[in-house]
Structures are given as C-alpha cells and as structure tokens.
C-alpha cells in the first residue's frame, strides 16, 4: 500500500501560503511564485512539516534518517508547476516501521515527505472543453507512507488503512479527509502460487503488478481489491500474466478499469534539490521530539483495556486525537474515584444516551451528567417484591409471553415496577428479582 | 562624463548637490541612444521619462545619510525578477513575462535609492560565455565591435565599460561575471556561494549560480557589496555568515601574504600573451611584498567535465517548467545552445547513466573542493586567468562547441569549489583587454578587495576606455 495524507500546518511546504486548499473560496487565492514554480522562485522548507513527519514515523515504530535530503523528481503534468515534485527519493524521514493488524504485522517500509500538486478541473466553458488548474493545493505538505508488501487480503489492506488513518489522526497532524482527496489510498496488488515461490522462507514477488490507484474511500479498496484478485487470478489461470498498469476503481459498475498503461519503468531523473541544503537533525532535537511524542494509541487502548475492562471496539469510537485520549484518561480516573463503572459509562457515551460532549464540557459536568443518568433509588428487597407481584397480577399476557421464552418482555416488566414504584432500580438486580418470583 | 567617475565620487558630488540624479540619468540615456544600437548591451530599456522622474524625486528627497549609492543610475541582467518590468533571460519563451515580484538582489539596490536604467543582454538562461546565444541581438565587445563581450552578463560589462551606467547587478555560474569583466576592461566579483541571495535569479545551475557586483573599479564593488550581501530568510542556501564593511578594509597592506599560482592553470591551452599579463601582475604583487607560492589542484584537468555535468543537469531541471503550459512562448523557442545543454543534462541524470555522469561528477566535486582547501592551507588567495584566449570573432565559439566548452576552463572550477574570485583588469593584448582572476577562501570577499583595490591603486588598466568612446 502506498498511503498519502496531507498534513495540516498552517502554511504550505515550501512557501509562506495558507495550505487550506479545502476551503478556499476561489482558485488559486492561496499561491505565490513559489508554489506556482514562477522563473527565479526558490522552496524553503516547513519546519513544522519536518517535525510531524518524524514523529508520524515515530508512532509507525520507524527508525529515523539524522541526515536527510530532499529531491527533485521530474515528470511533466500540467498540475506540476515546476516540471518536477519536491519529493525525498534514497534517504526518507523515516523507515523500517511495523502496523499490526488482526492479520498480522505489516512492515513500512518508508514515511517520506513531499509537496501536492495543483488540481485539474476539466469543465465546459461556451461549450469548449477545457481544463482548469487550481494551484490551492500545490506545494501542500504531504506525507507518503510505504508498506511491505506484506498484505495478504482486502480486508487486511482495509484494516491497514483504516488503522494509518487512525494514528495520523491521533496525532493530529492530518485530517484525513478521503472525500476530498487530503487522504489517497493506492494499492500495489499481484497474485501468485505461494506453495510454489517460497524460498528460504522469503516470499519472492510476482514479475507484475497492478496499481489501483485514486481510491477515495474504504469499502471501495476492499472493494476493488476483491475484484482486482478475481480478475487477476482468472488471467493467471490461463496462463498468462495480467498487464502492468494503473487501474481506477468503479464504484457502480464495481469493477476496476484501466487508466494508464506503463511503458516501461518511469525515469524521475532523481537528484538532490540543490535549493534545499541537506537536513540533520541533532540529539536534542530528536529528544524535544521522542518526548513530545504522545503515548502510542495502541498502548492506550491495551491500558485501558487492562485497567477499566473497556472494549477497545467501544473506546475507538469516542475520541480520535491524544488530547482527546488525555481527556478521556482524566474521566476515567475521575470516574473510578466515585467507583462509577467506566465500561457503563463508555458504553453509554457510545450510544449516545448521555446528553454531553466529551470535548466540549468539562470532566465534572460530564461525570455529573452519567452519575445522574445510572443513580438507583433506596428501596429493600422486601419492598420491591410487593410491587412486582402487583405488577405480574396486572399483566398476565406478559407472563405468559416471558414463560414461553419470549424473555425481551423483561424490559418491559421491569420499566413496569419502576413506575409503580415511582423509583430508579438497577435493571440487573430487579430482572433477577422478577425471574425468581416468576419461576418460584 | 559624470559617469566615468567612482561611486564615492558622485556619491558625494549628489550630496554636495554639485550634479543631480537628474544629469546622470541624462548622461545614461545619451549614451545608450548613441552606442546600443552598435553594442547590444540592452534587452529591454526603462522609458526615460520615468527615469528622470524618479531621479527629480531623488534629487528632492536626498538627505544626507543616503545610501552611497541613492540616486545613481545602474542596470541589471535580464535574469532577474523586476517587478512589473520585463524579464527575458535572454530568451524568447519569456518574451512577454512580467514578473509580478522582484529578486532579492535588485529590490535591495532599488531600496538603496539607486535607478534602474534597464535590463542586460546575456546568453540566454545564461547558457554561454559570448552574450551570442541571446535570443536577441548579440552583443558586441566596445574594444572590437567584431568580437564577443564575454558572457554570459556581456551586456553589464558593455554597459559599465562605455560609461552607459556606473554599476551593474550581474550573475555569475561558471564564469559568467568574469568573463566579461576580464574581456571587456571592468571589475566583476564572482561571490561565495551563499553570500547573497539567489531570490528571484533566474536558474541556470541552482549549486553554482551567484549573484554579484560589476563595475568600473574594486572599490566600487565592495561599496555595492556591502549592500548586497546577508542571509535571506527565503534562500535556505543563503549564508549567516557575517557581512563585512568591505570598503573599510581598502588599503590594509598586503606584505606578507602569500599568493599561490596553481600550475595546472598555467599549462597547455593559456594562451601566451595572457600568460605573460599574469605574470607581470604576480611581479607587481612581489614587489609590494607579497610572496609567491606554487600550488597544485590535481584533479583540475577534470574541471570543464565536472563543471558541464553538474550544470547541465541541474539546468534541464531548472528549464522543465518552460513546457509552455503556462509561460506563453512554446519550446520551439529555445536555441539550440539551450537545447543541446537540457539534453546533456537529461542524459547525465537518466536511469542507468546518472551513475556514471551525474553521481560521479558530485564525487569529484567533492575531491576538487577538499583539494582547493589544501591547496589554500599554502597560501592567501589564488591568482588565475580568466579566459584561456582573447575575445574571439563573434560566431566563432558557436561554430566550435569544444573552444565554446574551454572558455570555462579557469572560471568553471573556482565556481565548483563556490570560491569568491574577483576578476580585475590586467593588461591588454593585441589591444584587448586581458582580466585576471583573485581567488579567495570562502566568504574572504575582504581580502580579495584589498589586493584589487591596492592593484588598481598602482595601475590604470582599468580606467583605459574603449576606442568606441572616441567617436
């Protein structure tokens, strides 16, 4: 997988530009010489960039370059004002990292940071074809992470993805936004007999492979992924070897297409950017950075896990930055103080029945609101009993309902004590209540 | 003729209110209307008017601690972004480019109150040492109007030598503030790489390119350097290193330095009479007692092949973005120098050579810069040639691409090693002028005014002017 994001600082990569290309109310408002490669125009680079690159491959588990460069790399586009992409091509920010997913680990094989391109509008103006370029986006900072290829399944390379993006977004330094092109997805996919091609217990790739590339959400890389495997493996079943092409996906048609055939291997005529000095990055600075680096999400998740006995599938749902997670962190804590269940409360969060937000009231309004929400009114045993017999007098069809193994009705009988009794009772203590009077 | 004097000299003339802006600008137009239509020293020229304009409006608001340099008319190679004001490079694909920002360099010369009278001639991109390869007229030498100014900032040396403007901002890559300087009888200082800001310079070869002074005299360059110099925030290869009252230093004695001459630059292809300039001026050295040391630069025959390979591939970078998507003028329109050299550097840097070409020529690089800072560890500057050969007949180097090559020889591996060198008037031969090279150690600029200026201080070769001025 090939997995680009834009990062979201507040200037572009190589110019002093507001990078927000998303929300800019016109074309080309946010663009200087730089950004439009004008004669005489030189990069400098985001510092800020640089910084967030790094500490993405930090929480990738990536090994750090203390001397890097970046690169030109040329190809002419009309949405490359330069004729070439500022790019990082044989020293990366970052490389040798791991993901894990369900499946099993996936390597990354390099974090590396580069500049966007401008954007391609092609409109009819008085019924002439043309294409516009809106240069917002050129020279916006984007990060490209690499994986091994090491992803066995669409629904691997789905998890893989979904988990990247969950991770950039924990350290907020992207927004991910797939619709709009500030997250792409490209998957590099090739089929073979594996019993046949294990050597020494490398798996040797296959002599293609099939690019699918522009790919804007999840569901359509699964989904174009799976088709790519169908179509692939019919070919190869034939004896032949699929065409090494870039394809696009189809999301009506549900089918892949293809977009560019490559003849032969593109030659970037790669070289050190002689505007750019070399980058080192000294002991300190690395410290400055390894220590503001937050604790990795998936060590929060297993903490909490271990801590408050909450799923991690519920907890993933209510936050999705390091601040959020600290907040969250301050609740919990707060939460056991008062010997309030933080499973009970996530859950309830999850499903949206306290009327609160997480990030925007503070810790005691929200403790406040659940304690509320799951506070039990003093009443005995004994007490309860006379109501709830009163109440399965009153209610015969229910009782018949619940003994012919109907047992949902429990909720219902249950809602019914509480009002005649006009108290709040925990559900679990009054549902094995009504059962023992039921099977008595 | 105001102009012929020193940048002090008017300076203080203006400030005494004993000339105005007003004349200078007059003196400028007078002999540009004479002179360019023979010289070709200009691509576009300001409109009068306008020049006198701003001078009337300098004249009036001319205070007393001006810039040395407020008011004073100057013009500038066509490589550099003015705002609002044409910039070709040389080149028809920019023909009608109107930058809508300015170069670092000429916004400080502007801010210093100077006038700019108009845009130089060059080869284009900066692709040659003869200001031919223009896609405009080609420029003329002052001194025989049938050979080549030098290159590729010819139009500056032209400009500055027939008194058109005092000073000029030129460029320099591989020789390219030298050579003109050298053959046309003006001073030009090719600065460390670094020193000033390279903003706004139209690319040739972006890890050689620099941007420096031209002029009649070394003093007046290192008033011009003065303000030209400093870290630029938007040159990340800008350098912080201090920038030094240059002009302050004039005069400190030179007895007891050591001027090393690289034999390698003395061999095979110098022509003699050159040689015989560079030697007389090493006597004149000796004799105010400085002493002379020989050093060596093994790796130096390899220096034209170096220089070309790294060059040519940073400009076939550097022009990509010419693809006539959005600059008006389509590729058809650059010369075959233009294209010979993208091609070159196309092949050096392409899969499967850039091993052998382009990485190998970085390596190199490398040893002839450790082997330059040995060679200085033996002396306090490098004395050099400029150019193997006097000016030649103007269509000669194109018909002869290897002499073409040559003419870098001496000025192409200083700019490798992103050494200052100063090239100042040192003689003539068969009645052109012959310039010579003083090379220093990087951001030395300092010491390489003092033996200019001390030279210049005992010798009139510089102030000889060319035969066209008699006319």
Redesign the interface.
Known sequence: MEIHAELKTLSKMFCGCKNDPFHAEKPNIYTCPVCLGLPGALPVANKKAIEWTVKLGLALGCKINLFSKFDRKHYFYPDLPKGYQISQYDLPFCYDGKVKTSFGPVGITRVHLEEDTGKLIHQKINGRDVSLIDFNRSSVPLVEIVSEPEIYSSAQAKEYSKKLRQIIRYLDISDCDMEKGGMRLEANISLQDQRSKIKDQKLELPNYKVELKNINSFRYLERGIEYEIERQTEILNEGKTPVQETRGFNAEKNMTFTQRIKEGAADYRYFPDPDLPPIRFNEKWMGEIKSSEPELIDLVFTRWEKDYKVDRKITELLFETAAESKKLDEIFINLTKQKLSVDKFVNAVANKKLMIDLFVNNIEEIVNTFKKSVAVDEITDEQLRVFIDKVLLVNQKAVADFKSGKTNVMNFLAGMVMREAKKKVEFGRLSKLITEILKS | MLINQSIKELSLLLKKKEISSVDLIKESYSKIEKLDNKLHSFITIRDKNEALKEAEVKDKERKEDSSIIYGLPFSIKDA??TENFR?T?GNKI?DD?I???S?AVYKKIIDSGSILIGKNNMDAWGHGGSTENTDYHPACNPWDLERIPGGSSGGSAIAISTRMVPFSIGEDTGGSIRSPSSMCNTSGLKVTYGRVS??????Y???LDSVGPMAKSVEDLSYLLEIMAGKD?????SSKTKVDRYSQFLGAPIKGKTIGLPKEFFGKGLDPQIKKVLIDATKFFEKLGAKIQEVSLPHFIYGVSIYYLIAL??T??N???Y?S??FGGERELFSEETKKRILLG?YA???GY?DKL?KKAQKLRTILIQEYEEALKKCDVILAPVNPSLPSKIGELINDPLKNLMEDLYTGTISLVGAPSLSVPAGFAEGLPVGMQIVGKKFGETELFQLGYLYQQETDWHKRLPPILNI
């Open positions: 550099y972004c910039t490079a920019l480019f930058p809508p920002y170069a390279r903003l706004g310079a139209i690319a070869a972006s890890s925030s938007l040159d990340s290869t591939s940073e076939s970078s022009l990509g973005r693809d998507f959005r196309t840097l392409s899969a850039a382009y």
